[in-house]
């Protein structure tokens, strides 16, 4: 290092925060992971080849592989002064078609949008339909039929605070399970045979959306005694609940948190 360069100040760093959107159908999920392809990786990819020196790409969930996002955030370190316009449009041309930043804005250095949530929804769709539909073979669940009355009391038992072991994957170890949530909605979605279930709370254990859509399902169609949501809450014991639903029907709509008071506008508005 020479003296001139000894005595350079330190380029200053800033965060930046993105929106990204991805079809999860060809990826193993959000996280990095060796051998493998993820979303994480893809969009580090991007915004490396703007800024080679960006660091610390934080996102706010670890979807699991082929689960979808309309708007995940991620956060990283820069030290480009580079509008938020510039990075969605920069970034995109770097992406593939089935993953797009979506939005961004400007936050403090080390930002960190998983810490700063303070509530995830998620958009699980079913396909009611006796036959198969390729328009809907990686977007939603297909089931022959259903009773959404009985599903919908079935979510309801899941809202509020509960114990939710028993609506966990078995790989899950962590010792807290006690989670709120806050909304438990079966709704149609735009197309008439399919339902949408729309689940709302502040974190979530491994595979618990996949699983609580599951149990659900199997009672609106006669696999399961009705209760068997509530039952598997109040036994903590996985066996009590049902089907994990398959991946390729779950969607991230949405992740809530607290901006910093000093974060930049979004672009686009």
Excluded at 78 to 96: K, S, Y
Excluded at 127 to 135: E, G
Excluded at 164 to 169: I, K
């Amino acid at each position: 290092m020479t003296e001139r360069e000894a005595r350079a100040p330190t380029p200053l760093r800033r965060g930046v925060l993105l929106e990204v959107a991805y079809d999860g159908a060809r990826f193993h999920g959000w996280a990095a992971q060796p051998g493998a392809c993820s979303v994480e990786e893809t969009l580090r990819g991007a915004v490396l080849a703007i800024d080679p020196r960006a660091s610390g790409l934080r996102g706010a969930s670890r979807t699991d592989a082929g689960v979808h996002a309309d708007a995940q955030l991620a956060a990283f370190d820069t030290t480009l002064d580079v509008p938020a316009r510039g990075w969605v449009l920069g970034a995109n041309r770097h992406l593939p078609e089935d993953v797009a930043v979506r939005a961004a804005r400007a936050v403090p250095e080390g930002f960190a949008p998983r810490f700063a949530a303070r509530s995830k929804r998620y958009r699980y769709r079913v396909l009611v339909d006796p036959v198969r539909d390729p328009r809907w073979r990686a977007r939603a669940w297909r089931v022959a039929e259903l009773d959404v009355e009985a599903m919908a009391r079935e979510g309801a038992a899941a809202v509020g605070t509960h114990d939710f072991a028993g609506l966990r994957a078995a790989a899950d170890e962590r010792a807290n399970t006690v989670r709120t949530l806050s909304r438990v909605a079966v709704e149609p979605d735009a197309d008439g045979r399919v339902v949408a279930v729309v689940v709302e709370g502040n974190a979530f254990l491994h595979n618990m959306v996949r699983i609580l859509v599951g149990t659900m399902v199997d009672v609106a169609r006669g696999r399961l005694a009705a209760g068997a949501v509530g039952r598997a809450i109040a036994s903590r014991d996985r066996r009590a609940a049902g089907t994990t639903a398959p991946a390729h029907g779950l969607a991230l709509e949405r992740v809530e948190i607290d901006l910093p008071p000093d974060a930049g506008e979004r672009w686009p508005p």
